[in-house]
């Protein structure tokens, strides 16, 4: 973007407002000793029953994954046997709710506690979107079946939304001082990870399956070095309107975006 001339007194206003933005994103790379096949889409571990599939790339990043059954039997995936695991913390897949469907799902009725999608869920809280709805009670339940050759996707915490700070790594970068923070599985300030259970079949037996990841280096950018201006490809036509993209996606990667204010002066 460039400045346009304006007076003197008008300077630094216009240079603030126009030319640097407020807004800056952290990018997170991870690595994983499991899941470890990779593809523009996504990364994937895979066993003689099952390929769990993940595309962490999301704003507070995604933990959750898509379960296919490769058999000719049923899949029984236990939720309440299943957690998501962030740095020694586990959380619960099964938080034993009640969910009111009809045209749309209205509400959501909690006992117990979990860190949910969109924050703390409370002990026996209930939320309602539209209270004028109506439809029809629906227990969550504990234990999902996969029909064989088909998969279903599970989606329920963010990786983390702290930003990460270091005395080493700018806050508030300009294009030419963007730097990267590397880690090692030993250093790293982020571990995460899925332990699944699930039994195949009429089998009782328990199969259990724990995909880790780990952060390997994080980078702070000014907005303008990770947003871009893309004209959409349909057919061999483009859009006639720009729409605005993030640059550098990949499923083993994903961001928290976050703003400077004019009271913050603290570089790190």
């Not at 003197?8 to 126009?18: H, M, Y």
């Not at 969550?140 to 702290?162: G, L, Q």
């Not at 070095?225 to 993209?245: H, M, Y």
Request: charged residues 25%; proline residues 3%; positive net charge.
């Amino acid at each position: 973007m460039h400045c346009k001339t304006v007076p003197l007194a008008l300077l630094l206003v216009a240079t603030l407002a126009s030319c640097s933005s407020a807004n800056f994103y952290q990018v997170y790379q991870t690595a994983s000793e499991t899941v470890k096949t990779k593809s523009d889409r996504y990364i994937s571990y895979e066993n003689d029953h099952c390929r769990v599939s993940y595309d962490l790339w999301s704003e507070n990043g995604n933990a959750g994954f898509t379960f296919y059954n490769k058999t000719t039997e049923v899949i029984y995936l236990h939720l309440d046997e299943s957690f998501y695991v962030m740095n020694g913390v586990a959380h619960d897949y099964f938080q034993n709710r009640t969910f009111l469907s009809g045209n749309n799902a209205v509400t959501a009725k909690t006992a117990g506690m979990g860190f949910g999608r969109y924050g703390i869920i409370n002990t026996l809280s209930s939320t309602t979107v539209d209270s004028k709805m109506s439809g029809v009670e629906v227990l969550e339940a504990k234990t999902i079946a996969i029909p064989p050759n088909t998969a279903k996707r599970i989606s329920e915490y963010d990786i983390t939304r702290e930003l990460y700070r270091d005395c080493n790594l700018l806050r508030f970068p300009s294009a030419r001082k963007v730097t990267t923070k590397s880690f090692t599985a030993e250093n790293t300030p982020l571990k995460f990870y899925n332990v699944l259970n699930y039994t195949l079949g009429t089998n009782e037996a328990r199969q259990k399956i724990t995909n880790d990841f780990y952060v390997t280096a994080i980078t702070n950018y000014p907005e303008k070095e990770v947003i871009e201006s893309v004209r959409k490809d349909f057919c061999g036509e483009k859009e006639a309107l720009a729409t605005k993209e993030m640059s550098g996606v990949a499923p083993d990667k994903f961001w928290l975006r976050y703003q400077k204010s004019e009271k913050d002066n603290r570089k790190h």
